[in-house]
């Protein structure tokens, strides 16, 4: 028996209680989420990290409810699949939902496409009234700090410091729901066009953390100004604003997170990992927290 077979079993037996037969299983993804194409049109997503921070359906249960509000006004995303409840679905203790399988193009994003589709998200996701957990991913990143040693005291001293700091800083801002984790991987070039997906982040806060999630990337470690450049204008120039200052403490809140989340999501991390990572602490400790 390999890692996979209990979760796959999981879904497929779950497809099968909806009167779905599965076909295939081809996996598209194998992390802490297993992602599976059961038919033509039908893809899993199962987590798999059972023993993760995470535990239980709560965060798909607000993916779900987001999700379904996206689709039905018209937003540029993936869709639940019509053919089962949207759930969450649990089954052998695996949480785990369903999507419609959506044909990926080798295409990369137009910049300017991806700040109007996150601006349009914005703008349907604001007209979403159903409660949602304030600066969630930022709030939790805080509570695993206090619960596991990750890093050396010092560097885990400077994360505390910076997401106490965030906290208080992107409180000052308007608030409505977010994607959460707007980042490239969550965002899909298809033959529908540009499409986002994975909404189990989703939370209320500033929109600029959003932004600064697409961004980070383009503007930290790669230094690409021109397509952040074009991301930020194409996200004005569809009805959306950007406060700098917002924009300027989401990058750090940013950084801050994906530092924390960096050893329970990567636990055995390739070179260039390891190199993002270090990348990502020593531009923290640049910034003192005042």
């Given amino acids: 028996m390999t890692d996979t077979d209990l979760p796959i079993r999981a879904a497929t037996e779950t ?12 996996i598209l993804q194998n992390s802490s989420t297993l992602v599976l194409r059961l038919t033509e049109t039908l893809v899993a997503r ?15 249960a607000r993916e779900n409810a987001i999700a379904r509000h996206l689709t039905e006004n018209g937003a540029p995303v993936i869709p639940l699949h019509s053919d089962l409840p949207p759930g969450p679905h649990e089954h052998l203790g695996y949480p785990m939902n369903f999507w419609q399988f959506v044909t990926r193009i080798d295409a990369a994003p137009d910049p300017r496409e991806i700040g109007r589709t996150l601006q349009q ?31 050396p005291p010092d560097t885990q001293q400077m994360l505390r410091n910076h997401l106490t700091q965030s906290i208080k800083a992107l409180n000052r801002y308007p608030q409505q729901p977010l994607h959460g984790d707007a980042h490239m991987g969550n965002l899909m070039n298809t033959t529908r066009g540009l499409l986002w997906t994975d909404w189990e982040d989703t939370f209320s806060g500033p929109v600029e953390w959003d932004v ?3 961004i980070w990337n383009a503007q930290i470690l790669e230094d690409d100004h021109a397509a952040v450049k074009k991301i930020c204008d194409a996200y004005c ?5 950007i406060d700098e200052e917002a ?26 990992r390891r190199e993002k990572l270090q990348r990502r602490i020593e531009w923290l400790q640049q910034r003192a927290v005042i």
């Fill in 15 to 26: 497809a099968i209680a909806h009167g779905i037969t599965p076909d295939r299983c081809d």
């Fill in 46 to 60: 199962v987590v798999q990290d059972t023993s993760g921070p995470r535990q239980g359906t709560e965060w798909f």
């Fill in 121 to 151: 998200c914005h703008d349907v996701m604001s007209r979403f009234t159903e409660p949602l957990p304030h600066l969630a991913i930022i709030t939790e990143s805080l509570a695993i700090l206090d619960e596991r040693e990750l890093f």
């Fill in 212 to 214: 600064a999630s697409i």
């Fill in 237 to 241: 120039e569809a009805g959306g604003a």
């Fill in 247 to 272: 924009l300027h403490h989401s990058l750090i809140a940013r950084a801050a997170v994906i530092t924390v989340w960096y050893p329970i999501l990567y636990p055995n991390p390739n070179e260039d």
